[in-house]
């Protein structure tokens, strides 16, 4: 059987939109609304991601945050497992900090 720290994954979403007018400012503004919407938290102003218990709902995702896309600018998406995310450092006005329980689970 295959460790379920394989088999969990993380779907990154990052983007770069443009914002030079109000259209495109309420565009990009929505876009991060869906994907509080379908449940992503934001890592970064243009980074967000969320849980997914296994590749088929990382899909489904990825299709629903493809739907809410604005037509211009770029977006990426990331699916990562459970366990590269353990490894994850994080850098705070110099303050390197890593996760202090390595199950990700007990976040929610």
Do not use: H
């Amino acid at each position: 059987m295959t460790d379920s720290g394989y088999r969990l994954l993380w779907l990154q979403v990052f983007f770069d939109l443009p914002v030079k007018s109000k259209v495109q400012r309420k565009e990009a503004s929505d876009f991060r609304n869906a994907l509080l919407d379908l449940g992503f938290s934001m890592a970064q102003f243009s980074v967000y991601w969320r849980y997914c218990s296994d590749r088929d709902q990382a899909e489904t995702m990825m299709k629903k945050v493809e739907l809410s896309m604005p037509e211009e600018g770029v977006v990426q998406m990331l699916v990562f497992t459970d366990k590269q995310y353990e490894n994850i450092r994080t850098i705070n006005n110099g303050i390197k900090k890593r996760l202090k329980n390595k199950d990700q689970l007990m976040l929610f």
